[in-house]
């Protein structure tokens, strides 16, 4: 639930402040908003969704309150930006990724990697 009341932005004192990173806070309100899942805010200041940064590659965002992203694709998995989950694409057959993989890439020449 978020409450709203006359103030420039949350939550600096009685007059209000800028905006905290990790959210985002529409005019007047009371306590930040998290981020669109897939999505994080970096700095201070941010005023509406759109001020949410896609998620980086290699990483996913859970639409919290963080500052940046929740963490690591896992081993095995790989995301491409805008993730909200760690295992965002499946690796396949013959391709390998390690945790925080960006791309699956191809196992090296005389060996191979099973599906999980």
């Known amino acids: 639930m978020h409450f709203y ?3 420039k932005a949350p939550p600096e004192g009685s007059t209000g402040g800028l905006c905290p990173a990790g959210g985002y806070c529409p005019k007047g309100c009371k306590t ?4 669109p899942v897939g999505t994080y805010s970096a700095s201070k200041g941010a005023k509406a969704p759109e001020d949410c940064i896609t998620c980086d590659p290699g990483h996913y965002c859970a639409g919290d309150t963080n500052p940046t992203p929740t963490g690591k694709c896992s081993p095995g998995h790989y995301c491409t930006g805008g993730s909200s989950t760690p295992i965002q694409h499946v ?3 013959g391709y390998y990724s390690k945790e925080g993989s960006s791309a699956a890439q191809a196992c090296p020449v005389g ?3 099973e599906v999980r």
């Open 91 to 93: 690796t396949k057959r």
């Open 5 to 7: 009341f006359e103030l």
């Open 32 to 35: 930040p908003f998290p981020c």
């Open 111 to 113: 060996t191979f990697q």
